[in-house]
């Protein structure tokens, strides 16, 4: 199965850009759907986005679309995150997840990563 490790968080002023990275350290990633999802203290887990097992399919959420980018590189078994114009209310953990179907509710994926704390101060 599918084992997540994901990277790139940090502090960032409101208006910046991170771009988080997920590894998958199995030879697998290539059959899995792949989401990222989003935890602020005190809340649900949130959709952020999704991306097919090739790519020609991404999903975001509302609140992020036109500003943050889902990609996936299947030859290196990683999905990342671009977040341009970042908002105070990004602020969170940010998870990805691998699923056999695109979904956008955390039951949708079985396997996930430990997480990535992304801070935007204002």
């Known amino acids: 199965q599918v084992q997540l490790a994901e990277s790139g968080g940090g502090l960032v002023q409101a208006g910046g850009s991170l771009r988080l990275s997920c590894a998958d350290s199995?030879?697998?990633?290539?059959?899995?759907?792949m989401g990222w999802f989003r935890q602020a203290p005190g809340q649900e887990r949130e959709f952020v986005s999704a991306?097919?097992?090739?790519?020609?399919?991404?999903y975001y959420a509302d609140s992020v679309k036109g500003r943050f980018t889902i990609a996936r590189d299947n030859a290196k078994s990683t999905v990342y995150l671009q977040m341009n114009s970042l908002k105070s209310e990004d602020t969170g953990s940010y998870y990805c997840?691998?699923?056999?179907?695109?979904?956008?509710?955390?039951?949708?994926?079985?396997?996930w990563g430990q997480g990535t704390q992304v801070t935007v101060s204002s």
């Open positions: 997840a691998a699923g056999i179907f695109v979904g956008t509710t955390p039951s949708d994926y079985p396997y």
């Open positions: 199995t030879r697998t990633f290539a059959i899995y759907r």
């Open positions: 991306i097919s097992r090739t790519g020609d399919q991404t």
